[in-house]
């Protein structure tokens, strides 16, 4: 089984109990206007430019053949349009400037990294953990690493936005030991202003996981001037308080990590904003508790 | 806080305690300059106690005189008892001449500017003084070389260092608190009737009753102070006080201990005697003296005794206490209440000193796992863990018994060795292998002195026709120098045993009484060499590049790389972000990469292995070294891993700063598959972890998981330093606000202020990638 995974980060100690490998695979259904993993979008792979990087040695000119790169007074320039990302410039770029976000891994190769770590799971209780991008957009290959994870007995993890089939959804409840469910927006019209998707389908999986009797982390994002709104946070405390299979919220501050890989993508970041502060998270969180009467924590 | 395994409650000291620790304090100066500021307390006015002895035995042997010196040195030291303290003793000044830690005596040479003598008496009694010195090794080197100019070549490139310099070994106290000062000069005629061989033997043995008999002198010459001090106090606490340190020092200057306060005390009498080295299984020897004070009560509280010789040996600098591990006996967990109060007392000192390591094996209690990495995330670097399972198989591979192996502590800089019944020769001596792939580049020359060539023909890299032709060459340096480097190790531990260096540890070393023979001369029972190695990770990472990039892909010429890396790369800057980029790392837990450090590590350690140090024992590896990775690498020029010339080589047995891009497991896994435990000397691996990583709880459990799951899949040591990545680069420019940031370095926890730049630079570029 192939799929598209953008990266592999081994020693994740925030995505899940124990030690973690946390498996990125591509494509995302969702638009979020603060994305902080652009390159998660995109099913399909991409090259990333870091002019920082660039030696201007001309090797990826020499090797493109639609000539997406080209060098003009000892400055490299590069034309997305055209661009098949077959990734021959990145192969070629001595420096690393040029690379490509996504490679097509069959499940044995992707298992066979993560299981390096397969004695510190065991030590720890930890595992892997499926992220994207949404990683259940490449339903039947997430499904596959989760299945080939419970085989070699490793703890499962899914950071989902929940925006996925509910086939999907189902079969991945089978093989998931924790969800962390992501709860952006309250309410369809704002859902689909900031994510670009109404949040019917959403709700309808975190429904649906709960008739599973799954296990579900609700994971917010908070972002200044978005969705930092005490609807919102009632929101977010009144579905924690619904939803029986919800057991600890985590209120996830915005961070600006997404805006560098943005740039390499050509991309605008559509969001620069500041990460917000500390004591209002606080606030937040005790008011979550209060009103669902689940734990809530910033993460 | 009476259960010491809790982590959210700290160890508080008794008033008493707190007294003594608020009066250390302004005593401690940073660490180089601590010895001094003590002793000047006690500056015999200008006499050398040393010299005198000499001069005056003008007929007596050498170890005979040379003991002497030792005890007089000790006894005109006037007693200093500071207020409030309960163990007393503090270390001798150094002399313009001192016993240790070196080939013989240090400061031989000023005998001659002793008056009155005639130029012939001066050098009779400097070759007194010492038997051997150190022309002889210059000598022995020159005629190794073939000539004086070939010497100088090899010494100007910093391929080794060789000959030894100190040599810490850890005292039997088992023995010491067994048997008590009395019952070891019984030890001394039992064996001495036995051995009655000849005169140099009957010498041996006087000389070390000697000692002992100085040890008990030096413990009647405190417990006299006490007295005196006592009968002019008036506060009457303060009177019961010096009365409790007379009578406790009185009795240990002769009978076995009893209590855990006797047991200190006397503990505490060998380890100033020889000279502040390390002290071992702590809380193996101490526990039944712990019992037994728990059990029937004691002058002072048990508590207030561990506290006590933990303050001793942080105002003086010990070197290293082991904790926990396997029982020797059955291998079942050793961790006793003992070991977390010794933690626990470290971790309420807060300082870079006393240093500790815990042996870690699959049954260490998760609450000790939990005490250590609290520890860690309150910023200290202390305590360093170390294997079990690694030390015992490498120990038990080159013929210890099992249940010695079992017994193993760590020392100085973070060495391994048998405590009791070894010199290890930690270190004989230390060899940059980056210097000798350098010299194989340069088909035999190096680059300092290209017209020379000491050592074999071998080809120049750019006739080699396949990688394994140019390994060949590697190898074939790399076996001549570590053939002429043991030889002068061995020559350098033939002058320390001529001179008798270490005649304190002697009577406390096992062996060295049953044989009738002196620690450095093979007395003790394991005598193993210990190889200290620099530079494998680079030389590893270059033979990959050069493999990968020149001899596989052919995307490098062998030109081009000989000319780049003579240029330090200027104007190559793509070929250097080529063997940057495009060939594998030591450290990502690639296999290709991995497998050639391994490759050069085992044969290198595998070749000092075919040889035995003249004290008896096979050479061994150990990589416990960041600053000699500092030095050798300004030696170095360019190298084909992407290394400008002049840059660190990295430190002890970790990727170089920067190549490992993995995370830290992938770290762990890489250095794990090395055959450390082929470094029975010890193995250094160096973590940075961040203070906020370790803040919380979950976290912690998960990072002990890891440390844990290093330590049980072939790692052997590690020490983690913890703290913010923006702490480090802010120290860096405001060091008045970060005088309390440690680190650890090598062998050594220090304030982070108080390194070079460049060792600042290489403990900020060890991040892994973590986000602070």
Redesign the interface.
Same mark, same amino acid.
Not at chain 2, 257 to 282: E, H, I, K
């Given at each position: 089984m192939l799929g598209t995974v953008f990266n592999i980060q081994r020693f994740s100690l925030f995505d899940g109990p124990g030690v973690r490998t946390v498996v990125f695979l591509k494509g995302c259904p969702l638009r979020c206007v603060w994305c902080h993993n652009p390159e998660g979008i995109d099913r399909n792979p991409q090259i990333m430019y870091d002019p920082k990087c660039c030696i201007a040695c001309g090797d990826c000119a020499e090797a493109c053949l639609k000539h997406r790169h080209f060098f003009a007074g000892g400055l490299h320039g590069y034309v997305r349009e055209g661009c098949d990302g077959c990734g021959k410039c990145a192969k070629v770029c001595p420096a690393g400037a040029v690379t490509v976000s996504g490679q097509l891994m069959d499940t044995d190769a992707v298992m066979a990294e993560v299981m390096k770590d397969g004695s510190a799971y065991r030590m720890s209780g930890g595992g892997m953990t499926l992220s994207g991008g949404e990683p259940l957009y490449q339903g039947e290959f997430a499904l596959s690493l989760l299945k080939s994870a419970k085989e070699r007995k490793i703890t499962t993890c899914v950071e989902t936005c929940g925006y996925a089939k509910a086939e999907t959804v189902k079969e991945a409840a089978k093989y998931t030991d924790d969800f962390y469910f992501d709860y952006k927006a309250t309410g369809n019209g704002m859902h689909k202003r900031l994510c670009g998707v109404t949040q019917t389908l959403i709700l309808e999986n975190l429904s649906l996981l709960c008739g599973l009797c799954a296990r579900v982390t609700l994971r917010c994002p908070i972002v200044d001037g978005m969705n930092d709104i005490p609807e919102h946070i009632e929101g977010i405390a009144y579905t924690a308080r619904d939803y029986s299979c919800i057991k600890e919220v985590h209120l996830e501050p915005y961070h600006r990590l997404g805006i560098s890989k943005a740039e390499k993508l050509g991309q605008a970041a559509a969001y620069d904003g500041r990460p917000p502060e500390r004591g209002r998270l606080e606030e937040y969180c005790g008011r979550i508790s209060e009103l669902s009467g689940k734990p809530c924590r910033i993460s | 806080m009476t259960d010491y395994k809790r982590t959210d409650e700290k160890f508080e000291f008794s008033p008493r305690m707190a007294r003594v620790k608020a009066d250390i304090m302004p005593r401690l100066l940073p660490q180089s300059a601590r010895e001094d500021t003590v002793c000047n307390l006690c500056e015999p006015g200008g006499r050398n106690p040393f010299l005198d002895v000499f001069l005056e035995m003008p007929d007596a042997p050498h170890v005979i005189a040379h003991a002497n010196a030792i005890v007089r040195s000790w006894l005109t030291t006037p007693a200093v008892i500071f207020p409030d303290e309960a163990l007393v003793g503090i270390p001798r000044p150094r002399y313009p001449m001192m016993e240790h830690f070196s080939w013989g005596i240090v400061g031989a040479h000023s005998v001659y500017q002793t008056e009155g003598m005639t130029k012939e008496e001066q050098d009779d009694l400097y070759n007194r003084i010492n038997p051997l010195d150190w022309t002889y090794f210059c000598k022995e080197a020159d005629l190794l070389f073939g000539s004086r100019e070939n010497c100088d070549i090899v010494s100007d490139d910093c391929i080794f260092s060789a000959g030894g310099y100190q040599g810490h070994t850890v005292p039997n106290y088992f023995t010491l608190l067994e048997n008590g000062l009395d019952g070891m000069l019984e030890l001394i005629d039992k064996f001495a009737a036995r051995n009655n061989r000849d005169q140099a033997t009957r010498d041996f043995y006087e000389a070390n009753r000697i000692i002992i008999r100085g040890m008990s002198d030096w413990l009647m010459l405190y417990s006299h102070k006490a007295a005196e001090l006592a009968k002019e106090e008036k506060d009457a606490e303060r009177k019961k006080q010096n009365e409790d340190i007379a009578a406790n020092c009185a009795f240990v200057a002769h009978r076995k201990p009893v209590t855990l306060y006797q047991a200190v005390q006397l503990m505490w009498t060998l380890a100033v005697w020889d000279w502040c080295d390390c002290l071992g299984r702590a809380d193996q020897y101490l526990y039944p003296f712990y019992l037994y004070s728990k059990e029937h009560g004691d002058v002072i509280s048990v508590e207030e005794s561990i506290t006590s010789i933990m303050f001793k040996i942080w105002e003086f600098g010990a070197h290293n206490i082991t904790m926990g591990g396997v029982k020797p006996e059955d291998g079942t967990d050793a961790a006793n209440e003992l070991s977390y109060m010794f933690l626990q007392i470290l971790r309420s000192i807060h300082d870079v000193h006393p240093r500790m390591a815990v042996r870690i094996h699959e049954n260490t209690p998760d609450e000790l796992m939990d005490l250590i990495t609290a520890m860690w995330s309150e910023g200290m670097s202390d305590p360093t863990v170390v294997s079990d399972v690694n030390a015992i198989k490498g120990l038990t591979d080159i013929g210890v018994p099992l249940e010695d192996a079992r017994t193993y502590c760590t020392l100085g800089c973070q060495e391994i060795e048998i405590p009791g019944k070894s010199n290890f020769g930690c270190e004989d001596g230390t060899f940059n292998v980056a210097k000798v792939f350098e010299i194989a580049m340069n088909g035999g020359r190096s680059i300092k002195h290209p017209d020379k060539r000491v050592g074999p023909v071998t080809k120049e890299f750019t006739e080699c026709e396949t990688f394994e032709e140019f390994f060949d060459s590697f190898k074939t340096q790399l076996e001549y120098y570590t053939r002429v480097f043991v030889y002068l190790c061995d020559r350098g531990q033939e002058m320390r045993g001529a001179n008798f260096a270490k005649l304190v540890k002697t009577p406390f070393t096992d062996g060295c009484l049953e044989k009738g023979i002196p620690h450095d001369c093979g007395g003790p029972v394991y005598n193993y060499g210990v190889v200290e190695t620099a530079g494998v990770p680079p030389t590893a990472d270059s033979l990959t590049a050069i493999k990968k990039l020149v001899f596989d892909e052919k995307r490098i010429s062998k030109e081009t790389l000989v000319a780049a890396l003579s240029a330090n790369f200027e104007g190559y800057?793509?070929?250097r972000? !080529?063997l940057l980029?495009?060939a594998p790392k030591f450290g990502n837990?690639n296999d290709e990469a991995d497998a050639m450090a391994v490759r050069v590590l085992d044969l290198f350690w595998t070749e000092c292995g075919k040889y035995k140090s003249v004290r008896g024992d096979v050479y061994t590896g150990a990589c416990s070294l960041l600053t000699g990775g500092i030095a050798y690498g300004r030696s170095m020029g360019a190298m084909p891993d992407g290394r400008f010339a002049g840059e660190p080589l990295g430190n002890s047995m970790g990727p170089r700063p920067g190549a490992d891009r993995?995370?830290?497991?992938?770290m762990l896994?890489s250095v794990a598959k090395l055959p450390l435990h082929k470094g029975v000397g010890g193995t250094t691996l160096n973590v940075v972890l961040t203070v906020k !990583?370790l803040s919380n709880p979950?976290?912690r459990?998960?990072?002990a998981?890891?440390v844990?799951?290093y330590m !049980?899949?072939g790692g052997q040591l590690a020490q983690i330093t913890t703290a913010n990545v923006e702490d480090l680069i802010d120290a860096q420019e405001h060091p008045e606000r970060h005088g309390d940031l440690i680190v650890r370095v090598g062998g050594f926890s220090t304030q982070f202020v108080q390194l070079g730049k460049d060792v600042q630079d290489e403990i900020i570029s060890r991040y892994n990638g973590e986000t602070a």
């Amino acid at each position: 089984m192939l799929g598209t995974v953008f990266n592999i980060q081994r020693f994740s100690l925030f995505d899940g109990p124990g030690v973690r490998t946390v498996v990125f695979l591509k494509g995302c259904p969702l638009r979020c206007v603060w994305c902080h993993n652009p390159e998660g979008i995109d099913r399909n792979p991409q090259i990333m430019y870091d002019p920082k990087c660039c030696i201007a040695c001309g090797d990826c000119a020499e090797a493109c053949l639609k000539h997406r790169h080209f060098f003009a007074g000892g400055l490299h320039g590069y034309v997305r349009e055209g661009c098949d990302g077959c990734g021959k410039c990145a192969k070629v770029c001595p420096a690393g400037a040029v690379t490509v976000s996504g490679q097509l891994m069959d499940t044995d190769a992707v298992m066979a990294e993560v299981m390096k770590d397969g004695s510190a799971y065991r030590m720890s209780g930890g595992g892997m953990t499926l992220s994207g991008g949404e990683p259940l957009y490449q339903g039947e290959f997430a499904l596959s690493l989760l299945k080939s994870a419970k085989e070699r007995k490793i703890t499962t993890c899914v950071e989902t936005c929940g925006y996925a089939k509910a086939e999907t959804v189902k079969e991945a409840a089978k093989y998931t030991d924790d969800f962390y469910f992501d709860y952006k927006a309250t309410g369809n019209g704002m859902h689909k202003r900031l994510c670009g998707v109404t949040q019917t389908l959403i709700l309808e999986n975190l429904s649906l996981l709960c008739g599973l009797c799954a296990r579900v982390t609700l994971r917010c994002p908070i972002v200044d001037g978005m969705n930092d709104i005490p609807e919102h946070i009632e929101g977010i405390a009144y579905t924690a308080r619904d939803y029986s299979c919800i057991k600890e919220v985590h209120l996830e501050p915005y961070h600006r990590l997404g805006i560098s890989k943005a740039e390499k993508l050509g991309q605008a970041a559509a969001y620069d904003g500041r990460p917000p502060e500390r004591g209002r998270l606080e606030e937040y969180c005790g008011r979550i508790s209060e009103l669902s009467g689940k734990p809530c924590r910033i993460s | 806080m009476t259960d010491y395994k809790r982590t959210d409650e700290k160890f508080e000291f008794s008033p008493r305690m707190a007294r003594v620790k608020a009066d250390i304090m302004p005593r401690l100066l940073p660490q180089s300059a601590r010895e001094d500021t003590v002793c000047n307390l006690c500056e015999p006015g200008g006499r050398n106690p040393f010299l005198d002895v000499f001069l005056e035995m003008p007929d007596a042997p050498h170890v005979i005189a040379h003991a002497n010196a030792i005890v007089r040195s000790w006894l005109t030291t006037p007693a200093v008892i500071f207020p409030d303290e309960a163990l007393v003793g503090i270390p001798r000044p150094r002399y313009p001449m001192m016993e240790h830690f070196s080939w013989g005596i240090v400061g031989a040479h000023s005998v001659y500017q002793t008056e009155g003598m005639t130029k012939e008496e001066q050098d009779d009694l400097y070759n007194r003084i010492n038997p051997l010195d150190w022309t002889y090794f210059c000598k022995e080197a020159d005629l190794l070389f073939g000539s004086r100019e070939n010497c100088d070549i090899v010494s100007d490139d910093c391929i080794f260092s060789a000959g030894g310099y100190q040599g810490h070994t850890v005292p039997n106290y088992f023995t010491l608190l067994e048997n008590g000062l009395d019952g070891m000069l019984e030890l001394i005629d039992k064996f001495a009737a036995r051995n009655n061989r000849d005169q140099a033997t009957r010498d041996f043995y006087e000389a070390n009753r000697i000692i002992i008999r100085g040890m008990s002198d030096w413990l009647m010459l405190y417990s006299h102070k006490a007295a005196e001090l006592a009968k002019e106090e008036k506060d009457a606490e303060r009177k019961k006080q010096n009365e409790d340190i007379a009578a406790n020092c009185a009795f240990v200057a002769h009978r076995k201990p009893v209590t855990l306060y006797q047991a200190v005390q006397l503990m505490w009498t060998l380890a100033v005697w020889d000279w502040c080295d390390c002290l071992g299984r702590a809380d193996q020897y101490l526990y039944p003296f712990y019992l037994y004070s728990k059990e029937h009560g004691d002058v002072i509280s048990v508590e207030e005794s561990i506290t006590s010789i933990m303050f001793k040996i942080w105002e003086f600098g010990a070197h290293n206490i082991t904790m926990g591990g396997v029982k020797p006996e059955d291998g079942t967990d050793a961790a006793n209440e003992l070991s977390y109060m010794f933690l626990q007392i470290l971790r309420s000192i807060h300082d870079v000193h006393p240093r500790m390591a815990v042996r870690i094996h699959e049954n260490t209690p998760d609450e000790l796992m939990d005490l250590i990495t609290a520890m860690w995330s309150e910023g200290m670097s202390d305590p360093t863990v170390v294997s079990d399972v690694n030390a015992i198989k490498g120990l038990t591979d080159i013929g210890v018994p099992l249940e010695d192996a079992r017994t193993y502590c760590t020392l100085g800089c973070q060495e391994i060795e048998i405590p009791g019944k070894s010199n290890f020769g930690c270190e004989d001596g230390t060899f940059n292998v980056a210097k000798v792939f350098e010299i194989a580049m340069n088909g035999g020359r190096s680059i300092k002195h290209p017209d020379k060539r000491v050592g074999p023909v071998t080809k120049e890299f750019t006739e080699c026709e396949t990688f394994e032709e140019f390994f060949d060459s590697f190898k074939t340096q790399l076996e001549y120098y570590t053939r002429v480097f043991v030889y002068l190790c061995d020559r350098g531990q033939e002058m320390r045993g001529a001179n008798f260096a270490k005649l304190v540890k002697t009577p406390f070393t096992d062996g060295c009484l049953e044989k009738g023979i002196p620690h450095d001369c093979g007395g003790p029972v394991y005598n193993y060499g210990v190889v200290e190695t620099a530079g494998v990770p680079p030389t590893a990472d270059s033979l990959t590049a050069i493999k990968k990039l020149v001899f596989d892909e052919k995307r490098i010429s062998k030109e081009t790389l000989v000319a780049a890396l003579s240029a330090n790369f200027e104007g190559y800057e793509k070929e250097r972000q !080529l063997l940057l980029n495009h060939a594998p790392k030591f450290g990502n837990d690639n296999d290709e990469a991995d497998a050639m450090a391994v490759r050069v590590l085992d044969l290198f350690w595998t070749e000092c292995g075919k040889y035995k140090s003249v004290r008896g024992d096979v050479y061994t590896g150990a990589c416990s070294l960041l600053t000699g990775g500092i030095a050798y690498g300004r030696s170095m020029g360019a190298m084909p891993d992407g290394r400008f010339a002049g840059e660190p080589l990295g430190n002890s047995m970790g990727p170089r700063p920067g190549a490992d891009r993995c995370g830290v497991t992938a770290m762990l896994n890489s250095v794990a598959k090395l055959p450390l435990h082929k470094g029975v000397g010890g193995t250094t691996l160096n973590v940075v972890l961040t203070v906020k !990583l370790l803040s919380n709880p979950d976290i912690r459990k998960s990072i002990a998981a890891t440390v844990k799951n290093y330590m !049980l899949t072939g790692g052997q040591l590690a020490q983690i330093t913890t703290a913010n990545v923006e702490d480090l680069i802010d120290a860096q420019e405001h060091p008045e606000r970060h005088g309390d940031l440690i680190v650890r370095v090598g062998g050594f926890s220090t304030q982070f202020v108080q390194l070079g730049k460049d060792v600042q630079d290489e403990i900020i570029s060890r991040y892994n990638g973590e986000t602070a």
